[in-house]
């Protein structure tokens, strides 16, 4: 069982390119989420799915979008990037949304803006 | 408003006991978590609680105190593989998680 994924690892990336940031995970989780990290920050919600087919808004949407068609794939896309969204970006799903269930946390992806 | 702290670094001893505190703010409160991070790595689960109390899991134990807004993780005996930043964020009344920026622990021989 791999729990979630990331990919890419890590990406370097010209100010202005589209780019997307895939996010899968295998354990029939309900809700994902998508966290940046940024040194000195707490990690800050972007974007979430409760369920397959809906979407909502975090902290920081703004030049991010999202999708949720089917339970296990949660990409992120940025349209259009920009320098001040170079950060770690974290994928997270837990069971249910509404609940305190644990969120589980993918393994990161490094993304630098130039 | 909402907000939560946390020191940002301490420094302990091999073999010692740390306790890293975390206070924070809301009107609307539904339990208080804990992860470990690692560098480079992702948040790993340690604890969650949401009655006041302390909370008992192998070396790693949780306080909450609800009235003061008020956490702490204790750790003991510890190893240098618990060198790693340690995040607390407490879930508000959408059940979002609001974090604090960390606490990196320095481990020492």
């Known amino acids: 069982i791999a729990g979630i994924t990331q990919a890419p690892t890590s990406q370097i990336l010209a100010a202005g390119r589209r780019m997307t940031l895939r996010c899968t995970q295998d354990m029939r989780h309900n809700a994902m989420y998508w966290y940046r990290q940024d040194l000195g920050l707490g990690l800050r919600l972007i974007h979430y799915s409760n369920t397959a087919g809906t979407t909502g808004k975090g902290e920081v949407p703004d030049g991010y979008s999202v999708s949720r068609a089917n339970t296990d794939d949660f990409p992120l896309t940025l349209a259009s990037a920009v320098p001040s969204q170079t950060s770690v970006y974290f994928c997270a799903s837990s069971l249910n949304s509404g609940s305190t269930d644990t969120q589980y946390f993918g393994p990161g992806t490094r993304l630098t803006v130039l | 408003g909402q907000n939560i702290d946390q020191p940002t670094e301490m420094t302990a001893t091999e073999g010692a006991i740390v306790q890293i505190n975390c206070t924070y703010q809301?009107?609307?409160?539904?339990?208080l978590f804990w992860y470990q991070q690692h560098a480079g790595e992702a948040p790993t689960f340690l604890s969650y609680n949401v009655l006041d109390g302390l909370e008992e899991k192998g070396r790693f134990s949780s306080f909450l105190s609800r009235s003061k807004g008020y956490s702490y993780l204790l750790l003991k005996e510890l190893q240098m593989k618990d060198s790693a930043s340690y995040l607390c964020a407490f879930m508000d009344s959408n059940y979002q998680l609001i974090w604090g920026a960390g606490t990196k622990l320095i481990i020492k021989p």
């Open positions: 809301t009107s609307g409160f539904n339990g």
